[in-house]
């Protein structure tokens, strides 16, 4: 064999071992994806994990080669969807044309559109996994806690910037603030997925921003 | 047959009829108080009826002598729950013995150490269904809807009066400050049951009753 045919033939393998990389990373997404929609609707337990193989024609044997468990693929979830989450966080938290205040608020309206646009369904997947499987799996917990964590962190940062701009009262401490911002928006998400309208959203953003958060 | 023998028998006839009612009143109560103890741990998909019927050696035949479907089930759950709720909060809420400020902080402090015994586990099961089953039931969405409505108005009654009595913020009215504090305290309960301490409902209760309820 030449040398540029056998160059040839690799540069042909390499390709064909780079494609079926590829769809393998596409099928394990598209997995993520299918998954993540389905368990923010219908929760951990009402989630099948065969219909969402049957929507994908995903083989079922194909499953295990992605995830070695239900628990363990929940897992992949809350990190795939925290990842697509924070980079639109750390987009609005962080944008120079804003202040402070005004980016908190940007989060919130957009959260609220969200909601009202899909019919109050749905809501936000970490605070309905959290409320479901806090208690039933140490795993999922643990996992939730450290993205809310995480989220309470960015909005902190967003509040401190907002304090030393003199736009946010100083009575508390930014993580005091984070801590119960995250808390009320998370609740009256909830509140708004139960009573089917936007009204404790609307009544969260009037007093959150005229005047808890408010210097 | 004399008439005193018959009046006897009579009288034992009504009274076994009165103790098979009695029985059935209480089967159908424990089913009640069991079933509740563990949807509030467990969520409604997780919770197994046969487990229930086992545990209090009811046939399962019996079930749906009580009970139409699991969904009606959980229906009188929420209904039994709000009737026990209901009560406490009302005796909580009225206590002349307080301010009313006081009052709401009680319910607060209570709710927080119930909490820690429980190793922030279980929460609240109106907000646990909620999260879990708005978007999969109408039938039960409009039951939680009902109580979330019913406890708001309680603690506007008792804001409203706080207000009167110049002990809370007439900035918003009652009805803004009651969803809001509903918001934040349901939201609390879920954060602390997924990071296993009490820290939110701490950081809730000294910004609520120090700084956001003060006149």
Redesign the interface.
Known sequence: MSIDRFMGRLTEQVNGMGTRVAAKQETKTALLEVGMDMMM???Y??TGIQEILSSLSVPKGSFYHYFDSKENYAVEIIQHFDQQYSATLMRTLRNPQQTPLQRLRTYCEAGKEKLAAQDC???CLI??L???M???SEVL?QE??KV??KWRDMFAACIDEGQKAGEISK??SAD?YA??F???????V??S????NT??LD??I??MFN??LKA
């Not at 995250?182 to 009256?188: E, F, I, K, L, T």
């Not at 997925?193 to 089917?196: C, L």
């Open positions: 609707e219908k929760g337990t009402n369904r749905k809501g605070g309905n959290s409320q479901e806090a208690d039933q917990r939730l806690s809310m964590r009575k508390w005091q801590e119960l995250a808390s009320s928006w998370g609740g009256a909830m509140r997925k139960t009573v089917k009204e404790p009544i969260f009037d007093m005047d808890v």
